[in-house]
């Protein structure tokens, strides 16, 4: 199973930004596409975003559109999700998966069943 390690998450106030990260490990990103996730707490995980695998293509929820942008540095083999305006609502576990069986396109909003190697997830907390 391919490895990815997420990072950057933390406590920020309203109306702040984070920038996660999504790196991986003993693999290149280069030929997959990459989906954003959350969950919160008693609420079921969700696509936030999503990248092909040029990065031409990009899919976001309408929850994070014109707040959050995907991003892709093969040189660097990561993935980022730069979050500004952050809201409370944001607050949840994020986390970046693989689909390493080509299920998608990044043409709609990523499906966690598209996704088959995921991260542990970083925790975004939003409070003043």
């Known amino acids: 199973q391919l490895q990815v390690v997420e990072s950057g998450g933390g406590l920020v106030q309203p109306g702040g930004s984070l920038r996660l990260s999504c790196a991986a490990s003993?693999?290149?990103?280069?030929?997959?596409?990459i989906g954003w996730f959350r969950q919160a707490p008693g609420k079921e995980r969700e696509g936030v975003s999503c990248?092909?695998?040029?990065?031409?293509?990009?899919n976001y929820a309408d929850s994070g559109k014109g707040r959050f942008t995907i991003s892709r540095d093969n040189a660097k083999n990561t993935v980022y999700l730069q979050m500004n305006s952050l809201k409370p609502e944001d607050a949840a576990i994020y986390s970046c998966?693989?689909?390493?069986?080509?299920?998608?396109?990044?043409?709609?909003?990523?499906?966690?069943?598209?996704?088959?190697?995921w991260g542990q997830g970083t925790q975004v907390t939003v409070s003043s």
């Open positions: 990248t092909n695998i040029s990065g031409g293509s990009t």
């Open positions: 998966a693989v689909d390493t069986t080509v299920q998608t396109m990044c043409w709609v909003l990523p499906q966690v069943t598209d996704f088959d190697s």
């Open positions: 003993g693999f290149s990103l280069d030929y997959y596409v």
